[in-house]
């Protein structure tokens, strides 16, 4: 996924009105960019993490996904311009708790399919979680 891919979270950042119809394509784009992120929060991207973002990806989305593009996802000019957490804030503002809830439960499967959840991985899912605007209980409801 290009960078350009991210124009809707970045049209957020530019104060434009986002149309009910393209709310799925921001959950989808923060979906993505979270996944994408998952996989290198602890700094040692796993090829079974790759796979997982893949393959929750496709599930979810409906799209096709290469292993490539999740990887290079997180070297794009949009994280270098701001914390990821910063576009996961203000997409979630046009996300509802259902979707919201689906992107946390998703960064949870990445992070368990390697088996361990580490320092780094753990603050990158506070960071998320809290940026998506969850109550503790909505977040059990994943």
């Known amino acids: 996924m ?8 970045q049209a957020l950042f530019g ?4 149309s009910e119809e393209k ?3 921001i959950f989808a784009e923060t979906l993505f960019m979270v996944l994408s992120g998952a996989t290198r929060a602890d700094l040692n991207i796993e090829s079974v ?5 893949k393959a929750i990806l496709e ?4 799209r096709e996904y290469s292993l490539s593009e999740i990887k290079l996802a997180g070297e794009t000019e949009l994280l270098e311009t701001a914390p990821i957490q910063k576009y996961v804030d203000k997409a979630s503002k046009k ?3 259902e979707q919201r809830q689906q992107i946390l439960h998703a960064m949870t ?3 368990r399919s390697d088996g361990s959840m580490g320092v780094l991985e753990t603050d990158f899912y506070n960071k998320i979680a809290g940026a998506l605007s969850l109550t503790p209980a ?5």
């Open 49 to 53: 993490e790759v796979e997982k973002v």
């Open 138 to 142: 909505q977040m059990l409801c994943t």
């Open 15 to 18: 104060g434009n009105q986002i």
């Open 59 to 62: 599930r979810t989305l409906n």
């Open 2 to 9: 290009a960078t350009s891919m991210f124009g809707l979270i």
């Open 23 to 25: 709310q799925q394509e």
């Open 95 to 97: 996300l509802s708790v």
């Open 109 to 111: 499967e990445v992070f």
